[in-house]
């Protein structure tokens, strides 16, 4: 497994694990545990959370397997989000779906993070979403006072466009450190809305979420979807691997530095993602993929 040094302070695993469908897997603490101790096996050491997933439970449930067997924590680098606010039953105290970037909201996720996790310090923390309310001075010094008190080590973002990450950094002495988006053979509009660019050009790393479009790829009857499958057999034959694997390759081998975060919870699932490494699409393929994924010719 190849490891990204995205900053002095972080290191990340090329292919990441995110947890966001963890309540579906329906596992025991026990067997949590075990699938961290495996993907952790596989190089995969960069775990993906939000406050919110689970209706603001997964992080705890992470949390529990972890306690089973604290000294994992230094192996491994705790990703989480912060900025949505969903009205639930588990946070009687929000009234109405919003975002909320505020240095109250913010200081006050983190720190329940930090306790949904038990640990001291969580390597890395996104603003979820961009948001239309937000005040960038006040969102700066509540990351600027947390990466102060060694809470957060470095900040990012996710689904900011241009404008949103430029008004953010303007704001902040230290470099955000990724941009966390939605990116699939079926969803490729970040390669045309300047969002991948701008990462290159600030050689951000960029976390890739639903890299298998939510396995939409593989079940989906829309046309571009079989025909976009077809192709992934073709290669997957050529490369004796499997479909999953060559998706996965179609990130790996893009020049921006993508970071596919898989979201399964099936450890073979995982492995087909980590063999993606050592797959190397060739330019034409590539270009394969993105065509039967859009549904139609680039000019
Ligand atoms: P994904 O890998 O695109 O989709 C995973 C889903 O695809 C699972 O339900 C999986 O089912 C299914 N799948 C995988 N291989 C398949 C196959 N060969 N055939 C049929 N189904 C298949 O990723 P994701 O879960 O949507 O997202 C990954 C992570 O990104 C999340 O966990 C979260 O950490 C992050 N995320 C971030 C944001 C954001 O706004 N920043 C938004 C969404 C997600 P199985 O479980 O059966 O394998």
Redesign the pocket.
């Known amino acids: 497994m190849e490891y990204i040094q995205v900053s002095d302070k972080l290191k990340m695993s090329k292919i990441?694990?995110?947890?966001?469908?963890?309540k579906?897997?329906k596992m025991s603490k026990e067997e949590l545990l075990k699938y961290l101790e495996e993907a952790i096996d596989l190089g995969v050491t960069t775990f993906?959370?939000?406050d919110i997933?689970g209706h603001y439970t997964c992080e705890k449930k992470f949390g529990e397997a972890l306690a089973l067997k604290p000294e994992l924590r230094k192996k491994m680098q705790l990703?989480s989000?912060v900025g949505i606010k969903l009205v639930s039953e588990n946070m009687p105290e929000n009234t109405y779906h919003c975002y909320d970037t505020s240095y109250e909201h913010i200081v006050k996720s983190v720190e329940k993070s930090l306790e949904n996790f038990n640990t001291e310090y969580l390597d890395l923390v996104?603003i979820?979403?961009p948001d239309m309310y937000m005040n960038a001075d006040e969102t700066a010094k509540a990351l600027t006072d947390l990466r102060k008190a060694g809470k957060v080590l470095e900040w990012g973002v996710?689904?900011f466009l241009p404008s949103d990450y430029n008004l953010l950094q303007s704001r902040l002495d230290f470099k955000l450190v990724t941009n966390?988006?939605?990116l699939?053979p079926l969803k490729t509009q970040h390669f045309f809305d300047g969002t991948i660019n701008l990462m290159q050009e600030k050689r951000m790393p960029i976390?890739?979420?639903?890299?298998?479009?939510?396995?939409?790829?593989?079940?989906s009857a829309a046309e571009n979807a079989v025909e976009l499958r077809k192709v992934l057999e073709r290669l997957a034959e050529k490369y004796s691997c499997?479909?999953?694997t060559i998706v996965y390759a179609w990130h790996l081998s893009h020049p921006a530095n993508l970071m596919?975060?898989?979201?399964?919870?099936?450890i073979e699932?995982l492995e087909?993602?980590v063999k993606a490494c050592d797959v190397k699409l060739t330019r034409e393929e590539w270009f394969e993929i993105l065509v039967n994924g859009m549904g139609y010719d680039i000019p």
């Open positions: 990441a694990l995110g947890f966001w469908r963890l579906s897997w993906d959370h939000a997933y990703v989000k996104l979820h979403r996710s689904n966390q988006i939605e699939s976390m890739v979420w639903s890299p298998l479009a939510g396995g939409e790829i593989f079940i499997k479909s999953d596919p975060i898989c979201g399964s919870g099936k699932r087909d993602a």
